[in-house]
Structures are given as structure tokens and as C-alpha cells.
């Protein structure tokens, strides 16, 4: 079962956005509880899928190093499948299902922008249901922070 966050799980998850490799004891000594209660509640939360502790690597200094958005224009009765095949991608980092500028998005990280538009070209607009998709390859990143991400 899925709870939402108290105050303290908050400031947990605070704690560890400042520095994800601080210690169980110096968290809990800066927060005035248990160096217990903050394991147990870094347990419980990441039980809970309500964070991930992972190492976050820069994009730039990968040899895939091509990151894009890629928006899909899709037959609404086929939304869920066309996101499904999507997710089944290495290259493919992110799908949500959106309202407005397009019915999908999915953030893309290939190796040159020739990968990229075999991708949106061969694959991805072949689909069943996809009525037509464009990329925005980014050019530059200004900021990013990781505080944003949601686990699905």
C-alpha cells in the first residue's frame, strides 16, 4: 500500500536530493530523529517505489549523446499500444501520454541524429495507429534538475 508523504519523509527525500550519498546517521542528526527511523523510512519509501536511489550521468560525456523529443500524433484507440511498443525501447528514457501539442511524448537518447530519425521514421511512424510524429533534437542543456523525475 501506497501512503502519501509526511513531513519527515519529505525532508528525508530532501536530504538525499542534496546529496543522495549522505549517511543514514548525518540525515537523521540534521533532522533531530533516529538514525533507525531514517533507515526505516528510506526502506519504506523506496519499497514503495516512492524514490530510486541511482548514480544520475551527464548525457554530454556519453557516447550516446543525442537526446531528443520526439511527440506522436496518435488514433486515440491505439494510445496505450503504440506507448507500450515504445517503452520496449533502450533508446526510448521517457513516454507519457499528453494533452495538447501532441498525444505522446518520448524523450530519446540515440548516438547521431541519423539514429534518431531511422528511429522516428522507421519505427516509430509505422506503428499501428501513429498518424505522424516529429522530433526536436536538443541542442543544449541549461538546466536540469533531477528533483523532477517521477517513477512510473
Known amino acids: 500500500m501506497t501512503r502519501s508523504l509526511d513531513p519527515l519523509d519529505r525532508d528525508i527525500i530532501a536530504s538525499l536530493w542534496a546529496d543522495a550519498r549522505r ?17 526505516a523510512r528510506i526502506k519504506r519509501l523506496r519499497e514503495e517505489r516512492a524514490i530510486q536511489i ?19 500524433d496518435a488514433d486515440r484507440r491505439e494510445l496505450e499500444s503504440i506507448a507500450s511498443r515504445l517503452v520496449e525501447r533502450s533508446e526510448i528514457v521517457y513516454v507519457a501520454t499528453t494533452l495538447g501539442r501532441g498525444d505522446l511524448l518520448a524523450m530519446a537518447l540515440v548516438a547521431d541524429p541519423d539514429e534518431l530519425s531511422h528511429l522516428v521514421d522507421a519505427y516509430i511512424c509505422q506503428l499501428p495507429g501513429v498518424r505522424g510524429a516529429r522530433s526536436q533534437q536538443v541542442r543544449r542543456t541549461l538546466k536540469n534538475d533531477y528533483r523532477w523525475a517521477r517513477l512510473v
Open 23 to 39: 549517511s543514514n546517521g548525518s540525515i537523521a542528526a540534521e533532522l533531530g530523529v533516529s538514525e533507525a527511523t531514517v533507515r
Open 54 to 72: 541511482k548514480a544520475v550521468t551527464n548525457i554530454e560525456l556519453l557516447q550516446r549523446s543525442v537526446f531528443a523529443f520526439v511527440w506522436v
